[in-house]
């Protein structure tokens, strides 16, 4: 089970699934809900992606700036277009 922090495969971006997506506080999807993707955004700057607090989904960590945008949390992997390495486990 990975619980480090696994820096991106293609640094910088995130290409989102859909809009209207929920940002967590934490990586956990019980967590606070800070608020969803905004219409029109289909792809954030991220960070790193890491396994669930509590679960066992995987989930970005992004932090966004643009046009006075800001959008910062936790979004599920399953949201965006990146998808894990083989065998689950993004650390080598």
Avoid: C
Wanted: glycine content about 8%; cysteine-free; overall charge neutral.
């Amino acid at each position: 089970m990975m619980k480090n922090k696994t820096p991106p495969e293609n640094p910088s971006y995130v290409k989102l699934r859909r809009e209207g997506i929920p940002i967590y506080q934490k990586a956990d999807m019980n967590s606070q809900l800070l608020g969803q993707t905004p219409e029109g955004l289909f792809q954030v700057r991220f960070s790193y992606m890491v396994q669930g607090l509590k679960d066992d989904k995987f989930y970005v960590r992004v932090a966004h700036f643009e046009n006075g945008l800001f959008v910062h949390g936790f979004i599920l992997l399953s949201d965006t277009e990146v998808s894990l390495p083989q065998g689950n486990d993004p650390v080598s």
